[in-house]
């Protein structure tokens, strides 16, 4: 079964402080995609960004990084120069063809890591 | 504007009696999902639509029904709400090898 473990309940950083959230992944597919999306106070889920299995590069968006290592199952998110409307929950996500009936569907989520970014 | 909209955005009930949460999407997309999310529990899946006719369960379905008579709408029904159901829902959608995009969410409290 497949499986997102955010170690990281609960992140308080100053602002423009760099932070990192991690996400540790399991599933047995060789074929799976990588999410993450924001949850801000206001409730709604914003997509971040997907990555798939067979693309191991290292994204660049803004502020935002994502490392994605399949040797560690990790998929760490760090946000530099935090701010304070970067506060929020975030959530890793994994979708596997193996879990979705073939397709890359079904979302499995993590607990989620709450970020507070104090001013 | 591409948006997944949800209604009604907040719904106090008691238990037992019908209600149904409505979701819209106005990207074409083929997939259609509803999640629940629970403090300590985090997002699970309730069901799910592959295209309109299509659907099948996701985690946790007991309780609730979906339809899907057309490609943009996706509806939730609980047939007779009980206070385990209270709960923040979300409804999802995607192109078949896309990001799922999600509606605002519902709040519902079932008394």
């Known amino acids: 079964a497949q499986k997102v473990t955010q170690a990281q309940t609960e992140i308080s950083v100053v602002e423009k402080e760099d932070v990192t959230l991690d996400c540790v992944y399991e599933?047995?597919?060789?074929?799976?995609?990588l999410f993450w999306y924001k949850q801000p106070p206001s409730g709604e889920l914003v997509f971040l960004i997907r990555r798939n299995s067979f693309d191991e590069q290292n994204e660049i968006s803004g502020r935002y990084s994502w490392n994605f290592q399949k040797s560690t199952s990790s998929f760490n998110f760090t946000i530099t120069a935090s701010q304070v409307v970067d506060s929020a929950v975030y959530f890793c996500a994994l979708s596997d063809a193996r879990n979705s009936g073939g397709s890359n569907y079904k979302l499995t989520f993590g607990k989620g890591t709450l970020l507070t970014v104090n001013p | 504007e591409a948006q997944v909209t949800q209604n009604p955005r907040y719904l106090i009930t008691v238990t037992g009696k019908k209600l149904t949460v409505t979701c819209s999407q106005n990207m074409n997309h083929e997939y259609m999902s509803w999640y629940r999310q629970d403090p300590g529990l985090g997002l699970r899946q309730i069901y799910y639509?592959?295209?309109?006719?299509?659907?099948d369960k996701g985690d946790v379905p007991e309780g609730y029904k979906v339809s899907r008579k057309e490609k943009r709408n996706f509806p939730l029904i609980l047939e007779s709400p009980s206070p385990n159901q209270t709960s923040l829902y979300f409804c999802?959608?995607?192109?078949?090898?896309?990001?799922?995009?999600f509606g605002a969410g519902t709040r519902l409290s079932v008394l």
């Open positions: 999802a959608s995607s192109f078949t090898s896309g990001p799922q995009y």
């Open positions: 639509s592959m295209n309109v006719e299509v659907t």
């Open positions: 599933t047995r597919d060789t074929t799976y995609y």
